[in-house]
């Protein structure tokens, strides 16, 4: 990858913190604490905030912010447990359908299902790590004239 390519990679990454932190800074009753429920056309209140608001960051940063916010576990398990709505400003919205609350839960009986998986996976792999360097270790040694050489465990001149 060239390093033009990079440079507006790093770019976008601080400019989607910048929403986070933006998001975090204008609407604290909701991105301080983790798994709230967001009113349906939330992301358009933040739009309008960005708009009259000369600092805020990139319109599509903060569509990208609110995208991670709630494709996040902590916010499924908020839509489970059936918390209710809120709008930017912190006021209570509609409540989560029952719909809404059952999809949450599948989303995160599967996001489990993928972690556990990748866990087992990297278990596996130090598994075969582990397994790999017994091996090199247990490995016969050979000797300048190719027969193996035996290795005599214990303290020398013993039994004598």
Do not use: C
Not at 105 to 125: D, H, I, M, S, Y
Not at 141 to 153: A, D, E, I, Q, S
């Amino acid at each position: 990858m060239t390093s033009n390519k990079q440079n507006k990679r790093e770019q976008q990454r601080e400019q989607m913190k910048a929403a986070r932190r933006w998001l975090a800074e204008r609407f604290p009753d909701i991105f301080r604490e983790g798994g709230v429920p967001l009113a349906i056309g939330a992301h358009q209140q933040a739009h309008d905030a960005a708009t009259a608001d000369p600092e805020a960051p990139p319109h599509w940063a903060i569509q990208a912010a609110l995208r991670r916010w709630v494709n996040h576990p902590r916010y499924w398990e908020g839509l489970a447990a059936k918390r209710v709505r809120r709008h930017l400003d912190g006021t209570e919205a509609e409540q989560v359908t029952d719909e809404q609350a059952k999809r949450a839960v599948k989303q995160l009986k599967e996001w489990r299902q993928q972690q556990e998986a990748k866990r087992t996976q990297r278990g596996w792999k130090q598994h075969q790590e582990n397994s790999s360097e017994r091996e090199d270790q247990e490995a016969p040694k050979v000797g300048r004239t190719g027969r193996p050489v035996l290795t005599l465990k214990g303290k020398r001149g013993q039994g004598r």
